[in-house]
Nanobody, 122 residues
Framework: QVQLVESGGGLVQAGGSLRLSCSTSGRTSSDALMGWFRRAPGKEREFVAAIRWSGGTRYYADSVKGRFSIASDNGKNMVYLQMNSLKPDDTAFYYC???????????????WGQGTQVTVSS
């Protein structure tokens, strides 16, 4: 079973940047899709971004395209989410996810980290 530990959350002003990190252990396949989801107060958890361990293929939610960037480091078993031009609407608990699947335009994950809080002040 994959274990995921997030770090890097915090409080930032609108327009600022944060980088989230996800440390993974118990690796999945080299072609597995790793990702980030988030849950804002009073809302359902939603997909943010995903990347294959093998590299190359990346997926983003429309709401973060052009502002967020997902990356992976296979050698360090790490997944990152660089968040730029942050908005108050980006305030949420962010979760790292493993074994992400895409189906019918939606994304699902097989394993979750415990999450890290990101708060964007206006």
């Amino acid at each position: 079973q994959v274990q995921l530990v997030e770090s890097g959350g915090g409080l930032v002003q609108a327009g600022g940047s944060l980088r989230l990190s996800c440390s993974t252990s118990g690796r999945t396949s080299s072609d597995a899709l790793m990702g980030w989801f988030r849950r804002a107060p009073g809302k359902e958890r939603e997909f943010v971004a995903a990347i294959r361990w093998s590299g190359g293929t990346r997926y983003y939610a429309d709401s973060v395209k052009g502002r967020f960037s997902i990356a992976s480091d296979n050698g360090k078993n790490m997944v990152y989410l660089q968040m730029n031009s942050l908005k108050p609407d980006d305030t949420a608990f962010y979760y790292c996810a493993a074994d992400v699947t895409r189906y019918g335009g939606s994304y699902y994950a097989g394993s979750w980290g415990q999450g890290t809080q990101v708060t964007v002040s206006s």
